[in-house]
């Protein structure tokens, strides 16, 4: 059983920045080496943002992301981060931390079929 908990959403103005975590727990290290970020707009599918993958190191952004958004892994306190900057309103959505993929070009997918672990969520509204 993988647990992951996010934190960090609220409300800012289109321009702005926000820094969400997700801690988890669990056999996450002995079992997957994918955590990505996810999020859900109104009336929209869940689409993949971001994912790290801990076996190489290697990270991928979504092309909405791409010069805003950053994600990282922090092994000590064994939290993964998303720092989004200049952001839009079009990022308003529930950003969802997930676990899944043991294989590097599964967690590249950002196919959200691929993480069987997911967050309760955390909401961001960009304001214009």
């Known amino acids: 059983q993988v647990l992951l908990a996010e934190s960090g959403g609220g409300s800012v103005e289109a321009g702005g920045s926000l820094t969400l975590s997700c801690a988890h727990s669990?056999?996450?290290?002995?079992?997957?080496?994918?955590m990505g970020w996810f999020r859900q707009a109104p009336g929209k599918e869940r689409e993949g943002v971001a994912a790290?993958?801990?076996?190489?190191?290697?990270?991928w952004l979504a092309d909405s992301a791409k010069g805003r958004f950053t994600i990282s892994q922090d092994y000590d306190s064994n939290t993964v981060g998303l720092q989004m900057k200049s952001l839009k309103p079009e990022d308003t959505a529930i950003y969802y931390c997930?676990?899944?993929?043991?294989?590097?070009?599964?967690?590249?997918?950002?196919?959200?079929?691929?993480?069987?672990?997911w967050g309760q969520g955390t909401l961001v509204a960009v304001s214009s």
């Open positions: 997930a676990a899944g993929p043991s294989t590097h070009a599964a967690c590249r997918s950002l196919d959200r079929t691929n993480f069987p672990y």
């Open positions: 669990g056999d996450y290290y002995s079992t997957n080496k994918c």
């Open positions: 790290f993958y801990s076996g190489t190191g290697s990270s």
